[in-house]
């Protein structure tokens, strides 16, 4: 690229010493030429993106009406569970499952266990103190047997507090009726995210290799365009060597044509120069006797004695003789020879031969390329080995198949348990709304009870109304009674049940899943087994941090960048094309161009040329021919010595003399119209002749000596700068192709490291995990249980009210208010035995 200007000197320095003025014009090969001007730069190229958008929905629990009671379940479980993360018991379970002690658990799960006593003291507790209601109802169903002022304040405390319970029991059971439907809502969308989920992260593991191959798969478009610019490649260079030359070659053509054109009319003066002087020999001899002749008579004529006034004409008579003697004249026989058959050539038609074979130069240059160039076209049809193997050495590669089966075969397995945990759901379901309705139906007795009773109550003053209403609203509550002593070990056989399972989950799981404690576990060395290091199973060289792949992949990171690939897969050198263009370049090298058609100069005009160069055309004496031409051709003016004969034949004494001579002057004008003016013609032609070769000659000379010099020196050089500009446009044709596998060595780079396989479907798959498990199943299950578990203990003071405000409303015994027996008579009530529960 840089030797141009190097041969631009040389070449200068070469023209100065051949003294000829070679280095203006010559040389095409000026500061430019090491310039890439006839090729631009490469296209962009417009590669089609790999990488499959791969973006999994977040999932988010809708703010609702529960949220609080969420929040209350979560603020009471952190109150049982007051343990932070078990991480040493968690790292002996996975690891060494049959070395966990029981002591350790049951540490853990201190709270749970306290819950757990509570929960069986309830469980032996109300089913002991049901059995010992119905052995001893008389006396804990009996009624009043006295009424007295203090009464009247104890009912009404009793049924206060029985509302204030039932109400209690209703919100409960209100709360229990809704988290059982939520939860039963929730089901079904949660367990149909699981092969969402499933779904997703195969198609994140089994589209890295697809992405990969149809990466590597895009190298056919720089090829593509490789090809289709090595069709014309030829022809491309071909004019381009034919831009840069054509200044100097054109030049001179156009030089070889008008010395062609002046050795053409050089060689057609000599020879009008030569004819012109034969005549003007031929002239000269038939001329010179008879002007000796004529002047001999004058003479004779004017010396004689009679002739008056004869002395100026006499004069004028003795200087009749010849002027110009061409045979003085240098012989020019030699030059003649020499350029006999000159010129050979027609320079005119060699020209445009010349010109046709230089403007055919570009698809002369593509028909010399086609061979180099169809061997070009099989080594870019070729691929790079790097490439090939870029999808199948990707770490993972093999790894990818199996996860993507494994997690197929979970997919494909978890439906059935999907099904069956649906199925379970529907049965719990089934058993909370029975156990709500039973506990509902309890809210009901002593509702519609302490209503009968109030109104039993306010009835009593009626001495026409019967006990009926006071004795149904004691019934139902009793009733209500009795079937809370019934419903009460199933509710707290599934309170403690779902407390237990939903628990742990939330302070075990979701706690420390939603504050990273898992992710920190799982990067801690040692805490997971061999066979659940993420590292050993992707087959990477480094072990990466679970918790900042998390946060990496929630920002839309590539594998590459999360995975920090680069430490254990080498792009560059699958991206590396060196020896691919090292082979392109090699091919390069074989283009040539042959310049021998190109002659410039014909042989013949060759021979025309040396033959005016060694003509000796400049070595005529032109001045011997020019002092010739400006003597007169006879020395006398004939005209004006024939008018001076005629007035002196008038002037005579003596008509004999006057008659002769008028005789003389008449032969003297007959002389000079048929002899000296043909010859003073030819002497002006011949002035025209030989003034232009003496002009013509010495440039003529000089000029034949340039071109002969230019041409063959252009003959030897130019061959030299078609080549150092074929290799100047192959190297910026060899640029321009690399440029395009550049682009997609880029592409490839960026693609790879920055948009294949992005891991955001793993952060989001992990994070909709937890909303499904902790949001949409864990808080309505353990509200649920809280619900249930709240109207379950609140069973106990129901009983008790309920128990000690039934008493009220049975009919009493007596009434200290009043001691009419008509009034007794008129509320007496009939014994209890009377009454059947």
């Known amino acids: 690229m840089t030797r141009a200007p190097g041969l631009l000197a040389t070449l200068l320095g070469l023209g100065l010493g051949l003294g000829l003025g070679l ?45 609080p009671l969420y929040g209350t379940v979560r603020r009471f479980l952190s109150v049982v569970q007051l343990n932070p993360f078990p991480a040493e018991l968690v790292k002996t379970l996975l690891n060494e499952p049959a070395s966990v002690k029981v002591d350790e658990v049951v540490r853990y799960e201190v709270g749970y266990v306290v819950c757990a006593v509570i929960a069986g003291l309830y469980l032996l507790a109300v089913p002991i103190a049901g059995l010992c209601f119905c052995c001893c109802r008389r006396r804990c169903g009996g009624r009043v047997k006295t009424e007295h002022k203090a009464t009247a304040c104890e009912r009404g405390t009793l049924m206060a507090f029985l509302l204030l319970t039932t109400l209690v029991l209703l919100t409960g059971v209100v709360c229990a009726f809704v988290t059982n439907q939520h939860m039963h809502e929730q089901m079904g969308p949660s367990v149909e995210a699981v092969p969402e989920i499933l779904l997703s992260l195969r198609g994140l593991v089994s589209d890295v290799p697809r992405e990969l191959q149809a990466v590597a798969q895009q190298f056919s478009l720089p090829q593509k365009q490789v090809l289709e610019e090595l069709d014309g490649v030829g022809m491309n260079i071909g004019s381009t060597i034919h831009t840069q030359l054509k200044s100097t070659v054109y030049e001179m053509l156009a030089s070889v044509s008008s010395l062609g054109q002046a050795l053409q009319v050089s060689v057609d003066h000599l020879q009008a120069l030569n004819s012109t002087l034969v005549e003007l020999w031929k002239g000269q001899q038939g001329l010179e006797p008879s002007v000796q002749e004529c002047r001999k008579r004058l003479l004779g004529l004017l010396e004689e004695p009679s002739c008056q006034g004869c002395t100026e004409a006499q004069n004028r008579a003795r200087a009749l003789q010849l002027g110009a003697d061409f045979h003085q004249v240098s012989p020019m026989d030699d030059v003649l020879h020499r350029l006999k058959g000159v010129p050979e050539a027609n320079f005119s038609s060699m020209v445009q031969g010349e010109n046709s074979t230089f403007n055919a130069l570009p698809l002369l240059a593509a028909l010399q390329m086609a061979d180099v160039v169809k061997e070009l076209k099989k080594v870019v049809a070729q691929k790079p080995e790097g490439l090939k193997t870029l999808a199948e050495e990707f770490p993972g590669w093999e790894a990818a198949a199996r996860w993507s089966q494994a997690l197929e075969e979970v997919e494909q397995r978890s439906r059935p348990y999907l099904q069956e945990v649906q199925r379970y759901e529907k049965h719990r379901w089934i058993w909370g709304y029975v156990l709500c309705s039973g506990v509902l139906f309890v809210v009901v007795c002593n509702l519609l009870g302490l209503n009968l009773g109030i109104w039993g109550l306010s009835a009593r003053e009626d001495p026409s109304h019967s006990e009926a209403k006071g004795e149904a609203g004691a019934r139902l509550l009793l009733i209500g009674v009795g079937f809370s002593f019934l419903i009460a070990a199933p509710l707290i056989l599934l309170v403690f049940a779902t407390f ?28 997971l087994p061999p066979s659940m290091n993420l590292s050993q199973l992707l087959g990477l060289k480094k072990n990466i941090s679970i918790l900042l792949a998390y946060h990496h992949c929630k920002e839309g990171a590539a594998l590459w960048s999360v995975l920090q690939l680069n430490d254990s897969y080498d792009l560059e050198k699958h991206l590396n094309i060196s020896q691919y263009t090292a082979k392109l370049q090699q091919e390069l090298q074989n283009l040539k161009v042959d310049m021998k058609n190109l002659d410039l100069l014909s042989p013949a005009a060759h021979r025309d040329l040396e033959a005016l160069q060694s003509s000796g055309l400049e070595k005529i004496h032109y001045s011997s021919f020019l002092v010739q031409i400006q003597k007169p051709v006879v020395n006398t003016n004939m005209e004006m010595l024939a008018q001076e004969l005629e007035e002196l034949a008038r002037t005579q004494g003596s008509s004999m003399l006057g008659q002769q001579l008028q005789q003389e002057a008449q032969q003297l004008q007959n002389l000079y119209r048929e002899k000296v003016l043909p010859q003073e013609s030819l002497v002006a032609k011949l002035n025209i002749t030989v003034r232009a070769l003496a002009s013509e000659a010495p440039n003529l000379q000089m000029e034949t000596s340039g071109v002969l010099d230019k041409v063959t020196y252009l003959k030897g050089e130019l061959p030299t700068w078609a080549t150092s500009i074929l290799r100047n446009e192959s190297e910026c044709f060899l640029t321009r192709e690399v440029d395009y596998f550049s682009q997609y060595v880029a592409w490839v780079r960026e693609e790879v490291t920055q948009r294949i396989a992005t891991c955001q479907p793993l952060s989001g798959a992990l994070d909709n995990s937890r909303v499904i498990l902790c949001d949409m199943m864990a808080d309505p299950w353990n509200a649920f249980w809280f619900c249930l578990a709240w109207c379950t203990f609140f069973l106990i003071p129901s009983i008790i009210f309920a128990v000690k405000t039934s008493k009220h409303f049975h009919p009493i015994w007596k009434c200290l208010s009043s001691t009419s027996s008509e009034e007794t008579q008129l509320f007496h009530i009939p014994r209890v035995t009377s009454l059947k529960l």
Do not use: I, M
């Open 23 to 67: 280095g203006l014009g010559l040389s095409p090969l000026g500061a430019g030429a090491a310039e890439c001007g006839s090729l631009s730069s490469a296209q962009r190229l417009a590669f089609a993106p790999a990488a499959r958008v791969h973006w999994l929905a977040p999932r988010v629990r809708p703010p609702g009406a529960l949220n």
């Open 500 to 527: 237990l399972v939903g628990g742990n989950v939330q302070t075990l799981v979701c706690q420390s899943w939603e504050s990273k404690e898992l992710y920190k576990f799982a990067d801690t060395p040692g805490n």
